[in-house]
């Protein structure tokens, strides 16, 4: 006999993890801090992100 209902299996994906596009390219931030992007439905990170430092902005101003 067949299961009942369309019951899905759960899938999880890791979050990405993304850096700041300086100069034509992906980096790691200069510092060290990092925040969540949230999947604003049902709260999941969706993505793990660098956060800018003072040191990143003035690189990516100076290579703009």
Do not use: W
Not at 13 to 41: M, Q, W
């Amino acid at each position: 006999m067949p299961p009942e209902g369309n019951a899905q299996p759960e899938t999880t994906t890791k979050p990405r993890h993304l850096h700041n596009f300086i100069d034509g390219e992906y980096v790691k931030s200069a510092g060290d801090k990092i925040f969540e992007s949230r999947c604003p439905a049902d709260n999941a990170v969706v993505a793990i992100v660098d956060e800018a430092s003072r040191a990143d902005v003035d690189r990516a101003v100076s290579s703009a």
